[in-house]
Nanobody
């Protein structure tokens, strides 16, 4: 059973930065799976934020338009960990952020996910 544990959330002011981490355990071949981040704001559906493909696809990265240029996803396969560096945060980034593992080497939508983390709260004040 794969477990994904997020950390790094918190309360920040608009314009600040945060780095989220997601440590994976209980599975094998971490490097071959796509990993990603989704977020869910109050009263809204969970939405895609960013993803990074596995090593067979060269670790390509993909971003939602709303975070492109501000967020950066990366992974350390030796540590079974994926990161989300979030810069220039604004109040619209306030949400619970969920780490996700793709069923394969592709991750773009919720249907591509086979494991979810428990989520970490990010709150951005104005």
């Amino acid at each position: 059973q794969v477990q994904l544990v997020e950390s790094g959330g918190g309360l920040v002011q608009a314009g600040d930065s945060l780095r989220l981490s997601c440590a994976a355990s209980g599975g094998t071949f971490f490097s071959t799976y796509a990993m990603g981040w989704f977020r869910q704001a109050p009263g809204k559906e969970r939405e895609f934020v960013a993803a990074i493909s596995g090593r067979w696809s060269g670790g390509s990265t993909y971003y939602a338009d709303s975070v492109k240029g501000r967020f950066t996803i990366s992974r350390d396969n030796a540590k079974n960990t994926v990161y989300l560096q979030m810069n220039t945060l604004n109040t619209e980034d306030t949400a619970v952020y969920y780490c996700a593992r793709g069923r394969t080497d592709m991750l773009r939508t919720k249907s591509d996910v086979d494991y979810w983390g428990q989520g970490t709260q990010v709150t951005v004040s104005s």
